[in-house]
């Protein structure tokens, strides 16, 4: 015999709510310090801190700043940190960015001596490195700004493995080059770092909300856009279910989406389609910033809307979580 359908008024979803401390029984969704990964800005000098001025209570910092602020993510419990580097110059390759001499090298080593047990991710791209702020080696012969994709795998896998050797525990490529994942797994394993996790920002896409990071960054590309290589935001959601499996077919440990709040039905979508495979989203700079910038006009409440969106981004599926706030929510959440 099935149950019958008892509706109202022998049900009301009401009673789940009318004593805090039911609501909280059966909340799933919970929020840990633990889920947050915290991303910093790494330039040349010493006690240098320059405010990024679209987003307020982050700076590009110095390689001892970055020491410092590691070690208050690994006091907060944090999950980890990831590092963008902003180096002194730039060139057509991103020499930079696979020196070992490399401003991001630079702040691994500083992070990695102020807080061993702190997760250090680093993100591996071109842009922040290329003076002509695009995630690849250029193709000009096309006569258009082209990102040569399979000359670009080289260099990636170069630039993985001299962060690796700095002391990076995990690699995060975010340039969208077909085939990034296969050359970066296989130039780390060639380096001895067959340990080292890959999390690919698997289905990234062509997003307007990147704008702050690019001021913060210094990453905007001198002529064209990513749409060459970045997904478009109207593309088939199965699309994005194909790059994510195509970057675990070339050894990806953990997949991203990017950005997370215009995406969450991405995340939902990548979650039901891989169970099992560890799942971060990005919060992005953009979704940071418009809650500050109304906050700050007293529009809206900043702590209120920041749990409500990272709590979305985990109820949809996300089990990591790639913010801007991750200090603060450590902080509200103590
Ligand atoms: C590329 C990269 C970008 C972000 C992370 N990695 C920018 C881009 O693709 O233009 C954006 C992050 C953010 O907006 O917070 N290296």
């Given amino acids: 015999m099935s149950t019958p359908n008892l509706g109202f008024p022998t049900t009301r979803l009401r009673r789940l709510r009318y004593n805090p401390a039911v609501r909280r029984l059966v909340r799933e969704t919970q929020l840990a310090p633990g889920d947050f990964i915290l991303p910093l800005f790494v330039r040349p000098g010493k006690g240098e801190r320059r405010e990024i001025a679209s987003m307020p209570g982050h700076a590009q910092l110095s390689p001892d700043m970055i020491a410092a602020e590691a070690e208050e993510a690994a006091k907060l419990g944090l999950g980890g940190i990831i590092l963008f580097g902003i180096p002194e110059h730039k060139d057509a390759l991103g020499s930079d960015s696979y020196s070992d001499d490399g401003i991001v090298q630079h702040g691994i080593r500083a992070a990695k001596a102020a807080a061993p047990d702190l997760l250090c991710v680093t993100d591996v791209c071109f842009c922040e490195y290329t003076d002509h702020g695009h995630c690849g080696v250029l193709d000009r012969s096309t006569g258009r700004m082209d990102v040569n994709n399979d000359a670009t795998l080289e260099l990636l896998a170069k630039q993985a493995a001299s962060h690796a050797r700095a002391g990076a525990d995990m690699i995060a490529p975010s340039g969208m080059m077909d085939g990034m994942v296969g050359a970066i797994r296989r130039g780390l394993d060639a380096a001895g770092f067959a340990h080292v996790p890959i999390v690919s920002y698997a289905a990234k896409y062509a997003s307007a909300f990147y704008g702050p990071f690019r001021d913060a960054a210094e990453s905007t590309p ?62 992005v700079s953009g979704e940071y910033s418009m809650v500050k910038a109304a906050a700050a006009r007293g529009w809206l409440d900043e702590r209120a809307v920041a749990l409500e969106m990272l709590t979305a981004i985990k109820r949809a599926g996300a089990g990591i979580v790639l913010t801007y706030w991750a200090k603060d929510v450590a902080r509200w959440l103590a």
Avoid: C, S, T
């Fill in 222 to 283: 001198q002529a064209g856009d990513r749409r060459g290589y970045q997904m478009d935001a109207a593309a088939a959601a199965e699309q994005a279910i194909r790059e994510v499996q195509l970057d675990l077919d070339e050894g990806a440990d953990i997949v991203m989406v990017k950005p997370a709040l215009a995406y969450l039905d991405v995340i939902a979508r990548v979650r039901a389609a891989f169970p099992g495979v560890p799942l971060a989203a990005y919060n």
